[in-house]
């Protein structure tokens, strides 16, 4: 496991330089140092740093974006590469961009170039990729102002998406609360006043006897049970994420295109780029199939970088590779367009229709969860009234 190191160094010219450092434990933190050149001077562990490591996994669009575009204006604005990184490293507030920029200012001050010192620093191959081809012809501030856009366009998609789960799943969450309270605090207190009613002659209704049994049942192993009760529903949360549950949704034909849509966005954003480099097409497709969030989008572009090495055109071994329909001849058709500047425009306008698609989709199915979620609720409540409130009213209007 990786931990987090803050460590203060001297570099050769006698400079003491503050940074930090990801690695498998202080002895290999020190032995990173001095193989960069540099002499360690303190190494120590940051436990909130690294809680930061482990709870931010994967990078943040926005942050990305944030970052390429200030890096971006730096160098097209004259300054130095190395000081252009130097001056931003201090700049993002998500963790995982902080600790590459970190590291990024480290590989560079040892006179790599921008492109492989990325690399090193563990940002995302297609970033670096574009900017070691880019970098040679000058255009290093280009590049980053396009990856920047990009990731801009798909930062914007995923808040749709998150937006769209955000209600479920707070409703989710207030629901399960209120049963456990429901069976924690509330039935005790109607049990006290049915005992008094059925004094009188009231009957406590069938439904409601054995709900408040399984209550008492609950209420006697409280604690246990209560771990039990949440546990269950940590654990569907958990399955909710699963590969599983995903192929369960992919059989609901609206979702499965939102989620194709979604996906091919990012990745045919991330083509429009590289085909405007110096890489080589046969290597593209392989470099987005690593990319790739489902397995018939990562077979789809595999299939294409196998046709490409075979020597077939972009716009037959599109069409010839498995993607949606709609996907497919859109970029098949803008890959037939004459010279690279009217395909990277093509598929420059493809991306951005398929940007209006998913949020076209995401609109309607945030009003489908609107539905389903406001059904819910007023279930639950109508649920949570029929095992408190409504039979002591039924027995009283019985006794009167």
Not at 119 to 135: Q, V
Not at 154 to 171: T, Y
Not at 204 to 222: E, K, M, N
Not at 321 to 327: A, E
């Amino acid at each position: 496991m990786q931990k987090v190191y803050h460590y203060l160094a001297r570099n050769n010219s006698g400079k003491n330089l503050e940074g930090i450092l990801a690695t498998e434990s202080e002895e290999q933190a020190f032995l990173e140092l001095r193989q960069r050149g540099l002499q360690p001077l303190a190494v120590d562990f940051s436990i909130d740093d690294t809680f930061n490591l482990f709870t931010t996994p994967n990078f943040s669009p926005d942050a990305l974006a944030a970052y390429y575009l200030g890096l971006g204006l730096r160098i097209k604005n004259g300054m130095d590469v190395v000081d252009a990184v130097e001056d931003m490293a201090d700049q993002p507030t998500h963790f995982r961009v902080k600790l590459c920029a970190n590291e990024l200012v480290n590989h560079m001050r040892s006179g790599l170039k921008l492109g492989v010192a990325m690399e090193k620093a563990g940002f995302p191959e297609r970033d670096y990729n574009i900017i070691k081809a880019l970098e040679t012809g000058a255009k290093t501030s280009v590049g980053l102002e396009n990856i920047a856009n990009d990731y801009r366009r798909s930062a914007s998609i995923q808040k749709k998406v998150k937006g769209m789960l955000l209600e479920p799943a707070f409703m989710a969450i207030v629901g399960i609360i209120a049963i456990w309270a429901t069976m924690v605090f509330a039935v005790p207190i109607f049990q006290r006043v049915f005992n008094d009613l059925t004094e009188e002659g009231g009957k406590i209704p069938g439904y409601a006897q054995v709900f408040y049994h399984l209550s008492d049942i609950f209420d006697s192993f409280l604690v246990f049970d209560s771990i039990l009760y949440f546990a269950v529903f940590i654990g569907l949360a958990f399955f909710l994420q699963s590969r599983t549950f995903k192929k369960w949704l992919d059989h609901i034909s609206t979702l499965r295109q939102f989620s194709e849509m979604v996906d091919n966005a990012a990745l045919w954003g991330g083509f429009r780029l590289l085909i405007d480099t110096s890489i080589q097409p046969q290597v593209i497709p392989d470099m987005l199939a690593k990319s790739a969030s489902r397995e018939d989008s990562k077979r789809a572009f595999e299939a294409l970088g196998v046709m490409m090495k075979r020597g077939m055109k972009y716009p037959e071994a599109i069409r010839q590779s498995g993607f949606p329909s709609y996907i497919g001849k859109d970029a098949a058709s803008a890959m037939e367009a004459p010279g690279l500047v009217a395909q990277t425009e093509a598929l420059t306008m493809m991306n951005n229709l398929l940007a209006l698609r998913v949020e076209e989709m995401a609109d309607k199915v945030v009003t489908v969860s609107h539905i389903i979620v406001t059904i819910a609720s007023s279930l639950m409540i109508l649920g949570i009234m029929a095992l408190t409130i409504m039979p002591v009213m039924i027995t009283e209007l019985h006794l009167a």
